[in-house]
């Protein structure tokens, strides 16, 4: 079982960026960012691989969000940029033990989640 603490959310205003950290203890092959709207399922933002360092992005983080490992301070973060109000939710971070094998990832391969992070965004 992964340990996994979100952290670096906030409320800002739209157009602001933020940047979201995920601390990671113990063995994992993908790292993604969820988001869960009110009302709305789950959904994944972003997911990176441990061995081969292959990101993937939804079309609604494309350009926008962006991803990278410090394997040093096993840490995951997720730069947010051009925050929108849609992008309001609460952010979670989640660990597979498989790769990127299906576009988009497939949700139920996550095992392992985080507490999650709130951002919200105003218009």
């Known amino acids: 079982q992964v340990q996994l603490v979100e952290s670096g959310g906030g409320s800002v205003q739209a157009g602001d960026s933020l940047r979201l950290s995920c601390v990671a203890s113990?063995?994992?092959?993908?790292l993604g960012w969820f988001r869960q709207a009110p009302g709305k399922e789950r959904e994944i933002v972003t997911a990176?691989?441990?061995?081969?360092?292959?990101?993937y992005y939804a079309d609604s983080a494309r350009g926008r969000f962006t991803t990278s490992r410090d394997d040093a301070r096993k840490t995951v973060s997720l730069q947010m940029s051009s925050l929108r109000p849609e992008d309001t939710a609460v952010y979670y971070c989640?660990?597979?033990?498989?790769?990127?094998?299906?576009?988009?990832?497939?949700?139920?391969?996550?095992?392992?989640w985080g507490q999650g992070t709130q951002v919200t965004v105003s218009s």
């Open positions: 990176i691989t441990w061995g081969d360092n292959k990101v």
């Open positions: 989640a660990t597979s033990l498989k790769s990127l094998y299906r576009i988009p990832p497939f949700i139920g391969d996550f095992r392992s």
């Open positions: 113990g063995l994992w092959n993908t």
